[in-house]
């Protein structure tokens, strides 16, 4: 049996929950990573304040925070979504047997539809173009996460 950690799972609920109270419901894989990384409980935010600097870090939440605003799709149904990706999730997790905030944001990050996605291809571009143009040779690893 696969187990989710207790604060993905909590995610999800609170998630669930301000979709239902607000009617926004697209994007809702960008709105469970955001929350994820803004919960500084989470494995997910632990990682990301190891290999990315606050600016980086505010600059990804800020493209997907404008991106949720100017969204304008129609809702779905954020119970029935919520409650298949937690399935999937742990389908496709289940060698491991253990689900987290981390394979949320590393599933997200692999669907090319999602505003993390675009924000971090956006930021690593940029950033690769000022290394390239101040002959800075040094490679940090968000360029080497989002440009292999």
């Given at each position: 049996?696969?187990?989710?950690?207790?604060?993905?799972?909590?995610?999800?609920?609170q998630?669930?929950?301000?979709?239902?109270?607000?009617?926004?419901g697209?994007?809702?894989?960008?709105?469970?990573?955001?929350?994820?990384?803004?919960?500084?409980?989470?494995?997910?935010?632990?990682?990301l304040?190891?290999?990315?600097?606050?600016?980086?870090?505010?600059?990804i939440?800020?493209?997907?925070?404008?991106?949720?605003?100017?969204?304008?799709?129609a809702?779905?149904?954020?119970?029935?979504f919520?409650s298949d990706?937690?399935?999937?999730?742990?389908?496709?997790?289940?060698?491991?047997?253990?689900?987290?905030?981390?394979?949320?944001?590393?599933?997200?990050?692999?669907?090319?539809?999602?505003?993390?996605?675009?924000?971090?291809?956006?930021?690593?571009?940029r950033?690769?173009?000022?290394?390239?143009?101040?002959?800075?040779?040094?490679?940090?690893?968000?360029?080497?996460?989002?440009?292999?």
């Amino acid at each position: 049996m696969v187990k989710v950690s207790y604060i993905l799972e909590g995610i999800i609920a609170q998630t669930a929950y301000d979709i239902e109270l607000s009617g926004i419901g697209r994007r809702i894989k960008d709105i469970l990573v955001l929350a994820a990384m803004r919960n500084s409980g989470t494995r997910l935010s632990r990682m990301l304040k190891k290999i990315l600097t606050e600016s980086q870090l505010t600059a990804i939440e800020e493209h997907i925070d404008v991106g949720l605003k100017q969204d304008s799709r129609a809702s779905i149904s954020a119970a029935g979504f919520l409650s298949d990706y937690r399935e999937y999730l742990i389908l496709k997790h289940s060698a491991v047997g253990f689900v987290s905030t981390v394979d949320l944001f590393i599933d997200t990050l692999e669907d090319s539809s999602t505003l993390l996605y675009q924000a971090f291809m956006l930021y690593a571009k940029r950033e690769k173009e000022y290394y390239e143009s101040s002959q800075y040779s040094h490679s940090t690893l968000f360029s080497n996460v989002c440009l292999g």
